[in-house]
């Protein structure tokens, strides 16, 4: 089987057309997913970009790997110690490695590892591409490393490549000529000028009024944040220049899957589409920035697309991205790790089955301290440091009626609050009793200042 995995930065679900988007942003992501299973609620188990690549290529939770934050202990895998051998486990234990012990050659085209120093994330791939632009290089910079490796190596019987792209995390950095396919396409229905006056009173990390300071001092060199939000109409910006850079990636994607076609393999290769983490829009009234642990940050993407699998099919059950280890390993035969965490959804991909798990928890420690419980239509969420956003303790959201998390249901459902921390401990017992330590990651951070990126706001607003 030659699997191709494309790991898409920032890319959250409803701006895809295959997820039901209005505007046309994605063409051929949607003519994959026409030939393979949507899942509508997959979910990071930790977030943002470091927890989560981590918890993916490890098949374990942040909790267990002790990769929960983007700086301190806490951004540092949890090694072998005293027991460790001529190899550590970390080298066996890999999505990757396992691939490779089945026969597979493994191969990733990224600049990840480079850009947070988790040089842990390449352990049991063959070759590793960095085209050292450091997570700031765009599409058209990827492309020629993919086209080349896919020359030299996609037809042979057995590989497997993650190809990143990550045209969608901020700074928008699509290039000029490519102009504004989507200036004349209304905005998402949900975002009234009533919901946007509401946001813009906002203060803190990640508010309007920091995103448009960030656009003078950090993203002042990108043309695309050349405009400050004051109005209504200027939301635009954000939403247009989003969706464009998921568009100028997908015609780039095009043009991977061609050299598929032209190699005669296409059809012969398994395509799995998902991110690291999406992007808030508007929930919680942040905009650009993957900071929390809820619905805009956690929930991602996931097509897959496999020969012989289900075609057309949409999988409404509740999944792990870490869930993918154990599901590749089953489909290809590979060794399943003791300690992965992940639980194989391979039977949905034959369309046997359509079962998710009973509930998911989140967690969240770079932009704040938070975990987040995803059940039935609920998504609760705690937090423990706020990274100055202002969140109270308990956030409670109904999904179903309020999607981008507009309207607190804590104090309202209190019965609900309390199933949702009863599964919270429940999981939280489980993952303390499985693990070689005493130490949870999310207290590691708070014990060391707080998140990253929180107090990295901090310093600069007080400057």
């Not at 890999?94 to 490779?100: D, G, M, N, S």
């Not at 990733?108 to 050292?132: K, L, M």
């Not at 635009?236 to 850079?245: E, G, K, Q, S």
């Not at 209190?414 to 199933?419: H, L, S």
Request: glycine share 8%.
């Amino acid at each position: 089987m030659r699997i191709l995995y494309l790991d898409l930065d920032s890319l959250r679900p409803d701006h895809l057309g295959c997820y039901g988007y209005h505007r046309n942003t994605s063409p051929n992501i949607d003519r994959i997913a026409e030939k393979g299973v949507t899942f509508t609620n997959y979910y990071c188990s930790d977030a943002p970009c470091m927890p989560s690549r981590t918890a993916l290529m490890s098949g374990r939770f942040g909790i267990h790997t002790g990769v929960a934050g983007h700086g301190g202990t806490a951004a540092d895998m949890r090694r072998d110690g005293a027991i460790r051998g001529f190899e550590d486990r970390l080298k066996r234990e890999t999505l990757p490695f396992a691939l490779r012990e089945a026969g597979y050659k493994t191969a990733t085209i990224s600049t990840f590892a480079d850009r947070h120093s988790a040089w842990t994330f390449n352990a049991g791939f063959h070759e590793v591409h960095n085209i050292g632009e450091n997570g700031l290089e765009s599409a058209h910079q990827v492309l020629p490393t993919a086209l080349k490796w896919l020359e030299d190596n996609g037809q042979s019987e057995k590989w497997f490549l993650h190809l990143n792209f990550w045209d969608p995390h901020t700074p928008y950095r699509v290039p000029d000529p490519y102009g504004h396919p989507f200036a004349d396409e209304p905005l998402p229905e949900w975002l009234s000028e009533e919901v946007f006056q509401s946001h813009l009173q906002k203060e803190g990390q990640h508010s309007l009024a920091d995103m448009n300071a960030l656009a003078k001092s950090h993203y002042s060199k990108w043309s695309r944040h050349g405009k400050q939000i004051e109005s209504y109409e200027d939301i635009r910006l954000i939403i247009d220049n989003y969706d464009c850079a998921i568009r100028y990636m997908d015609e780039h994607i095009g043009q991977v899957l061609a050299q598929l076609e032209r190699l005669g393999v296409l059809e012969e290769t398994a395509i799995l589409i998902s991110a690291d983490h999406g992007e808030n829009m508007g929930e919680l009234g942040i905009y650009s920035e993957h900071g929390t642990a809820d619905q805009g940050t956690c929930r991602i993407p996931m097509i897959f697309s496999w020969p012989g699998g289900a075609r057309g099919v949409r999988n409404e059950g509740l999944h792990y991205h870490l869930d993918l280890a154990p599901t590749l390993a089953a489909l290809v035969g590979a060794r399943h790790p003791e300690r992965w965490d992940g639980i194989s959804y391979a039977d949905c991909i034959s369309g046997a089955s359509d079962q998710g798990r009973d509930y998911l928890v989140l967690t969240q420690c770079a932009h704040v301290c938070q975990r987040s419980v995803r059940f039935g239509d609920w998504l609760y969420i705690r937090s423990y440091h706020d990274g100055y956003h202002g969140f109270p303790k308990e956030m409670l959201f109904n999904l179903k009626d309020d999607p981008y998390e507009q309207h607190n249901l804590a104090e309202a459902r209190r019965d609900v609050c309390k199933e949702a921390v009863y599964l919270l401990n429940d999981w939280h017992d489980d993952m303390m009793a499985s693990m070689d330590c005493d130490t949870d990651p999310l207290w590691t951070v708070m014990r060391e200042g707080g998140p990253l990126h929180a107090e990295k706001y901090r310093s600069w607003k007080n400057q």
